[in-house]
């Protein structure tokens, strides 16, 4: 079993920069692979960035790439999403999960554990 704890959400200026974290629970944190996700009111979540067991490998979604930066920390169990350059389509409430696999997954299907989300606020 794995709990999730985000933190870091808030209102930001477009433009501005906020640092999302997740705290695992667990001592098996480096088993997992890691993603963060988002889902804006009347839309379907969506992924936003994984990293894998190590933090070798990662992946972004098109409309994040060269603005967000996941990374993790296994001794400390947590992830985090650095987000720079925010514009007012990336309001939503973010969600952090987790996959018992190696290589990093893309899909919420492929997650087993989940976070209850941070609302982050960009405004024009």
């Known amino acids: 079993q794995v709990q999730l704890v985000e933190s870091g959400g808030g209102l930001v200026q477009a433009g501005g920069s906020l640092r999302l974290s997740c705290a695992a629970s667990?001592?098996?944190?480096?088993?997992?692979?890691m993603g963060w996700f988002r889902q804006a009111p009347g839309k379907e979540r969506e992924f936003v960035a994984a990293i894998n067991w190590s933090g070798g490998s990662t992946y972004y979604a098109d409309s994040v790439k060269g603005r967000f930066t996941i990374s993790r920390d296994n001794a400390k169990n947590t992830v985090y999403l650095q987000m720079n350059s925010l514009k007012p389509e990336d309001t939503a409430v973010y969600y952090c999960?987790?996959?018992?696999?190696?290589?990093?997954?893309?899909?919420?299907?492929?997650?087993?554990?989940w976070g209850q989300g941070t609302q982050v606020t960009v405004s024009s």
């Open positions: 667990g001592r098996t944190f480096s088993s997992y692979a």
């Open positions: 999960a987790a996959s018992y696999t190696i290589v990093v997954v893309t899909s919420t299907w492929e997650y087993d554990y």
